[in-house]
């Protein structure tokens, strides 16, 4: 088990940058991948984002793609999510999740573990 804590979100206006934090405890953190999803009133939760196992490789949605940067400090055990040039379309629930084992495409495949999300509102 692995226990997942958002923090970073909050309002900012359109054009605006926010940093999301993923702080990890329970396990080994490097056991496992991590992801950003978001999900945004009456609609279904979204990828966002993901980082592999030891960090070496990055997925992004097409929306959030040049604007957005995951990385992960493995000493602090946690993920982070860099967010610039933010549109209102961007306003959303961010839950981070972990997933532990390795497939083909892994990062479109259900993650193990979730946390509570952090609120992101970008207002125009």
């Known amino acids: 088990q692995v226990q997942l804590v958002e923090s970073g979100g909050g309002l900012v206006q359109a054009g605006g940058s926010l940093r999301l934090s993923c702080a990890a405890s329970g396990r080994t953190f490097t056991n496992y991948a991590m992801g950003w999803f978001r999900q945004a009133p009456g609609k279904e939760r979204e990828f966002v984002s993901a980082?592999?196992?030891?960090?070496?490789?990055?997925y992004y949605a097409d929306s959030v793609k040049g604007r957005c940067t995951i990385s992960r400090d493995n000493t602090k055990m946690t993920v982070y999510l860099q967010m610039n040039s933010l549109k209102p379309e961007d306003t959303a629930v961010y839950y981070c999740a972990a997933r532990g084992n390795w497939v083909v495409n892994w990062y479109r495949k259900p993650f193990d573990y979730w946390g509570q999300g952090t609120q992101v509102t970008v207002s125009s």
């Open positions: 980082i592999s196992w030891g960090g070496d490789s990055t």
